[in-house]
């Protein structure tokens, strides 16, 4: 059975995800960075493979058909990550998917980012470059999906988020966004979609369901 590679996989959303996944069904390998991380995930039945965003990582795309990407420099490293991995990481993981035939690419982006200097001045490099990553994306010939969550929390998943701006709070639980990503992999659309994501009222399978 073909796989679905999560490059992030160690991350917030990555863990969270990955085990949802499983949970599911779904047929998961997850890239990291070290050998410390492997244990979380194959206590789960998840497939490990080791891979760096800065380095050669073409070998963790080989069975699979699609890509999930929700890895991210974060906010505790300089610019010059941001541009490695965020940028390039996701450039790259573009391009290797385009190589190995891979069919749908979830891209966890961030809302936004079509409007970088907007943002507060210390964030604007970041939302550039989200926004290039997803413009990559989108001019790539793969199916994607892009989705563009909101201020990231660790609150309980709630099930269920809205997809406009308007509304109560800029936040969105990382156990909700990771629940989308499941349910964009179990109904891969016909054509590319952009999703903004934020806590709300509408059950997350619908919002997928009819996309
Ligand atoms: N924070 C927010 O409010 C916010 C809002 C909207 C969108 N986002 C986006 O949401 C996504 C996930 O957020 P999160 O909170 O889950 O992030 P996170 O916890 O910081 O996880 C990011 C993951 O990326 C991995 N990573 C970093 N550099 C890498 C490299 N060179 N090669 C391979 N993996 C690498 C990290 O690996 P290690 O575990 O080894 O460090 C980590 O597992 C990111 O794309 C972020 O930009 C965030």
């Given at each position: 059975m073909s796989k679905i590679l999560t490059i992030g996989a160690h991350g917030g959303i990555g863990r969270l995800f990955c085990r949802k996944a499983a949970e599911a069904g779904l047929p998961i390998r997850a890239m990291v960075r070290s050998e410390e991380q492997r244990s979380y995930f194959e206590a789960q039945g998840v497939e490990v493979v080791l891979g760096d965003l800065e380095a050669d990582f073409s070998q963790a795309f080989e069975g699979c058909d699609q890509v999930v990407f929700t890895a991210g420099s974060g906010g505790a490293t300089g610019g010059d990550k941001t541009l490695l991995v965020d940028l390039y990481g996701a450039i790259r993981s573009i391009r290797g998917s385009e190589e190995r035939g891979v069919v749908h690419f979830v891209m966890v982006s961030a809302l936004r980012v079509e409007s970088p200097l907007e943002a507060p001045p210390a964030m604007r490099h970041y939302m550039v470059a989200k926004l290039l990553a997803d413009q990559r994306l989108l001019e790539s010939g793969l199916r994607s999906t892009i989705l563009r969550p909101g201020r990231l929390t660790d609150d309980a998943g709630s099930g269920r988020v809205r997809t406009e701006i308007e509304g109560e709070g800029f936040g969105i639980s990382r156990s909700n966004v990771a629940?989308?990503?499941?349910?964009?992999?179990?109904?891969?659309?016909?054509?590319?979609?952009?999703?903004?994501?934020?806590?709300?009222?509408?059950?997350?399978?619908?919002?997928?369901?009819?996309?």
């Open positions: 629940d989308c990503i499941v349910e964009a992999l179990r109904h891969p659309s016909g054509s590319n979609r952009v999703v903004d994501l934020l806590d709300g009222n509408v059950p997350i399978a619908e919002v997928f369901a009819s996309r």
